[in-house]
């Protein structure tokens, strides 16, 4: 690991609140998107020479279009109440990553463009004209936010910072100031078919030999079907599941799953990624065309279910949206959604979680596990921010907590939670989601995970825990590159799946 | 009639018309302005029944207020429902005779104001003592608490220390709801209060006191967590998908 050009936070037993540090994080700027992958989302690339005009434009388009940001904009009354519950200013301690602070890098523009008291009295409300430097703030800081909704659990109103993030991300877009890591992403999705740029040959050969391996490890011919028309579920996963560790570990635990339950199942090339970066950016059509590259599958494939695996982000756009953006759900009397949900199994969920799948089964006693076989893990488990506050699982509310914890306690003996503070609902964020997973970013990736470092240090010192059991691609991508920096080791850091592929009995 | 009583009656109506038509047109704004995801912070409920129970312990208890910071919700609590009693207790001035209920609160309405007062010394401290919220406040988040506490002391002075012509006062008031104007009693103490909350009347409608209204409008409150079941989208979005 080479050595970080910034100082590591010290681990301490309980997250204390700093005093604040004024412009501590404003060095840090996100690689800006280029002119290829801009061109085709259809953003200009550089700063457009109408910036000023073109953002409020877009700014106001934006508050006709969202009640949240409407209503966000007008509600605050600066209490305080969300000031020290982002884990980015915890981990900075720079005032602007305050949730607050943050929403009134926006709400400072809002009011002087879109107020009465901000057109007349600009210094009264803390109003200002939208400037270069302003749009550097929003640059900054609107790239160190991980839209984890943390601070809309705590705020009296509701106010959620991940919209005004992505409202401030579409702005940027627009006149020209788009960020490349999420850019290229958002491309590479809609070119290849996911987030990785796999493309269906390499998809297939890697398939194969995790086939192979499968077999050699287990003796048992467990498939890895791709783009098999009638089956009966199609699975859609983040694509780094297809090759990344430990995510790999993740997607043979599927494979066992279904094997063991007799499904017939398969993946698509198409849909071959269930993360949907248009989320992270504000941009409706975006996010709408490439989760109809699911729809498209299911169609083409005439599958009966739809099931999504472990990613946060994938799940929140696929529990909360989907039915919304593609039809995928129940509900719909518009021929667009009739369409898909006639041909769609009506018994089941749609879409399901891979972990409600799985857990599903276990009730039902369809599958077998040898326990002791995960014996030498002691597991805690960190609940995903999209997973805890944007979705949920199974029927009642806070399923979307039981459920994994279920799974895991169904295949392993050893399990200890973090501090109830810092799990469920107030879970802290791995601190790399929301389009801030890269390298360029890797000061805030590492500083945003100090809450969660702390709750996690505290079950390895006291019940010996020495497994962090995730269900997000971007969580297992995050703490494997972060987790080192606390002195962790990385092979700590697994899903959930993997521990059922451990313990689950073949036959 | 004086020329005072013909100002503090137009400044009246023209900060109750402010107020009505203000409040009337931010909720029409909110409720045209579609939601075109579903975005409830979740945990959340999964009936419409359940959500007014959530929205009802938002209003009354500040629950996620109460999960956040145990000080804010204190002053913040203390200082609305001790304004709440004070506004129901005031009640009385537009009614003859009075509800039972406002004839009930009366005695609690007086000392509800003390409990107001120190809530808001409580939020006004934190705004100098909090390294935090000292940053994010505005001299416009100083004046909304100034002006409030202002309001509350001037009428706490008339209750406690020198009473204005009550009698006389009702008449006025009951005058500005039936139009047949009369005299306003001119103590110093009632003219600033009166002057103080009529101006805080006529802001309500363009600054944070829109947080009343907002609270029923936020998404991530006031939206049920059904999905799957059922497929929302909004006007904009369902005119993109017929292209």
Redesign the interface.
């Known amino acids: 690991m080479a050595v970080p050009e910034f100082e590591v936070p010290k681990l301490t037993e309980y997250t204390e ?1 700093p ?2 540090n ?1 412009g501590v994080m404003a060095h840090v700027k996100t690689f800006p998107a280029a002119e290829a992958s801009q061109t085709f989302l259809g953003y200009p690339w550089a700063l457009t020479d109408d910036w000023q005009e073109r953002a409020i434009d877009k700014m106001g388009d934006l ?6 940001l ?3 904009m ?12 982002c884990h980015y200013f915890l981990g900075t301690a720079d ?1 602007k990553n ?1 949730p ?2 943050r929403q ?1 890098l926006m709400r400072q523009v809002y009011r002087r463009y879109f ?3 901000g057109k007349i009295a600009p ?4 109003a200002k004209d939208l400037s270069k430097e302003i749009l550097d703030d929003w640059y900054n800081y609107y790239h160190q936010c991980s839209e984890c ?1 943390r601070c ?9 910072t991940a ?1 005004v993030t992505m409202a401030g991300r579409e702005i940027l877009n627009t006149i020209g100031m788009g960020q490349k890591y999420s850019s290229e992403i958002l491309t590479k999705v809609q070119k290849i078919g996911n987030n990785l740029g796999l493309p269906g040959p390499a998809l297939e050969d890697t398939l194969l030999g995790l086939e192979e391996d499968i077999e050699l490890d287990t003796g048992v011919p467990v498939k890895i079907p791709l783009d098999v028309k009638g089956s009966e579920i199609l699975l859609v996963t983040p694509s780094a599941d297809f090759f990344s560790e430990p995510h790999v570990e993740s997607l043979i635990g599927y494979a066992k799953v279904f094997h063991a339950a007799g499904a017939s199942w398969t993946l698509s090339t198409h849909a071959s990624e269930a993360g949907n970066f248009g989320l992270f950016n504000g941009n ?2 975006t996010m ?1 065309k490439v989760a109809m590259r699911i729809r498209d599958a299911a169609l083409e494939l005439g599958v009966k279910r739809i099931i999504v695996g472990e990613c946060g982000h994938a799940w929140r756009v696929a ?3 989907w ?2 953006l593609t ?1 995928i ?6 021929p ?2 009739i369409e898909l949900q006639q041909q769609l199994d009506h018994r089941y ?3 399901m979680h891979i972990c409600e799948y799985t857990w599903d089964l276990i009730q039902k006693g369809t599958l077998k596990f040898d326990k002791s076989l995960n014996d030498d893990r002691v597991i805690t488990f960190h609940d995903s921010c999209n997973v ?5 699982m199974g029927e ?3 399923d ?2 039981t459920i994994p914890r279920n799974v895991i306690m169904a295949v392993a003996n050893n399990f200890h939670d973090m501090a109830p503070e810092t799990i469920g ?2 879970t802290f964020c791995c601190g790399g989601g929301g389009g801030v997973l890269t390298d360029d970013l890797i000061e805030v990736r590492v500083k945003g995970a100090l809450p969660r470092m702390n709750a996690f240090n505290n079950v390895v010192q006291a019940d010996g825990v020495n497994f962090l059991a995730l269900i997000c691609a971007i969580c297992k991508a995050q703490f494997t590159k972060v987790i080192p920096y606390y002195g962790f080791d990385r092979s700590m850091v697994g899903g959930v799946h993997q521990l059922v592929s451990t313990a689950i009995k073949l036959d | 009639m004086t020329s005072l009583t013909l100002i503090y009656t137009g400044l009246y109506y023209f900060a109750a018309i402010v107020l009505i038509a203000g409040v009337a047109y ?1 909720i029409v ?2 409720s045209r ?7 409830p ?6 009936t419409g029944a359940g959500v007014a129970m959530r929205m009802a312990r ?1 209003v009354v208890l ?1 629950e ?2 109460f ?3 145990k000080w ?1 919700w204190v002053f ?1 609590w203390m200082f609305h429902v001790g304004l709440a009693l004070v506004l129901l207790r005031h009640v009385r001035y537009f009614q003859e005779p009075m509800w039972f209920v406002i004839e009930f609160v009366q005695p609690y309405g007086t000392y509800a104001s003390f409990m107001m007062v120190a809530g808001l010394l409580g ?1 006004w401290a ?1 705004r100098f003592l ?4 000292r ?7 100083h ?1 909304m608490l100034a002006l409030l506490v202002a309001i509350g002391v001037s009428g706490m002075m008339m209750t406690f220390v020198s009473h204005t012509d009550i009698v006389a006062l009702k008449a006025f008031t009951l005058g500005l709801v039936t139009f047949d104007w009369q005299p306003l009693p001119s103590d110093g103490p009632l003219l600033v209060h009166l002057a103080l909350v009529a101006l805080l009347m006529i ?1 309500f409608p ?3 006191l ?2 009343a209204p ?2 029923f ?5 006031n939206q049920v ?1 059904n ?8 006007p ?3 005119a ?2 017929r292209k």
């Open positions: 609140v005093k604040i004024p508050l006709g279009k969202y009640r949240s409407r209503v966000f007008d509600a605050c009354v600066h209490c305080g109440a969300c000031t020290d519950k005032p305050m607050v602070a009134d107020t009465i008291p210094w009264l409300v803390g909704r809309s659990v705590y705020c009296p109103y509701g106010i959620d919209e409706y059509e709408r529990y909360s949206f039915n919304t039809g759900g129940f509900g719909g009397n518009d667009f959604s969920k749609q879409p805890a506050r944007g979705s949920r009642e509310p806070g979307q907590f609902e107030g | 931010r704004e909110y302005t579609p939601a075109p995801l579903k975005i912070t979740t945990p959340a409920p999964t938002e500040f996620s207020l999960k956040s910071n804010i913040g939020l934190r909090v390294d935090r919220v940053y994010i406040s505005t001299p416009s988040d004046l802001i363009i600054s944070k829109l947080h907002g609270i409008f936020s998404p991530t409150r967590d999905p799957r079941e059922t497929r929302s989208i909004a904009w979005a369902a993109a998908e």
